[in-house]
Antibody, heavy 121, light 108 residues
Framework: EVQLVESGGGLVQPGRSLRLSCAAS????????MHWVRQAPGKGLEWVSG????????VYADSVKGRFTISRDNAKNSLFLQMNSLRAEDTAFYYC??????????????WGQGTLVTVSS | EIVMTQSPATLSVSPGERATLSCRAS??????LAWFQQKPGLAPRLLIY???TRATGIPARFSGSGSGTEFTLTISSLQSEDFAVYYC??????????FGPGTKVDNK
């Protein structure tokens, strides 16, 4: 069974940094692209970033470009999101999501349970 | 950026009835369109990809149709476990991958 378990969320002050992690299991991690998708409490879904199986292709939403960095460690079956210069509008549940392809394709299945990031002073 | 819209915002349906949800893209997304279901407190779940292909384990009462810019998700006979929010998403032109604002299906 595919499992994606996020960690690293919490309360952080505006302007500070946070690093999210996603532990993957139940599939061959380095056969698939991965993504982060977020959802502000009570709101809709917003794609944040995606990374190909070998980190050769990395893409970001404009709203986080230059502030967030996605990365992966295939040896440890892990996905990361380094979030710098955090803003109140970054407050959301952050989901780790598996792509159905090796390259970034954008078909998301499955999703982790999410980790909540709250940016507030 | 491709903007996705969904209608209606809320759909009130009784169990056993048919539910029809609409999704529109601001430009053609070819057949690169997916539907997700999200229940309160849970992560979204893939229902349909490539417009009409059901994901693994998704019941046959869920079906998708459409092409280009107009798409439909149909739940043929709504079950109690189907009350949820449904999102469409395009993966044709990116970045960014974009979602619609969602349609909430509730009990009439």
């Amino acid at each position: 069974e595919v499992q994606l378990v996020e960690s690293g969320g919490g309360l952080v002050q505006p302007g500070r940094s946070l690093r999210l992690s996603c532990a993957a299991s139940g599939f061959t991690f380095d056969d698939y692209a991965m993504h982060w998708v977020r959802q502000a409490p009570g709101k809709g879904l917003e794609w944040v970033s995606g990374i190909s199986w070998n980190s050769d292709r990395i893409v970001y939403a404009d709203s986080v470009k230059g502030r967030f960095t996605i990365s992966r460690d295939n040896a440890k079956n892990s996905l990361f999101l380094q979030m710098n210069s955090l803003r109140a509008e970054d407050t959301a549940f952050y989901y780790c999501v598996k792509d159905v392809a090796m390259i970034v394709g954008g078909c998301f299945d499955p999703w982790g349970q999410g980790t909540l990031v709250t940016v507030s002073s | 950026e491709i903007v996705m819209t969904q209608s209606p915002a809320t759909l009130s349906v009784s169990p056993g009835e048919r539910a029809t949800l609409s999704c529109r893209a601001s430009q053609s997304v070819s057949s690169n369109l997916a539907w997700f279901q999200q229940k309160p407190g849970l992560a979204p779940r893939l229902l349909i990809y490539a417009v009409s292909t059901r994901a693994t384990g998704i019941p046959a009462r869920f079906s998708g149709s459409g092409s280009g810019t107009e798409f439909t998700l149909t739940i043929s006979s709504l079950q109690s476990e189907d009350f949820a929010v449904y999102y469409c998403q395009q993966y044709n032109n990116w970045p960014p991958f974009t979602f619609g604002p969602g349609t909430k299906v509730d009990n009439k």
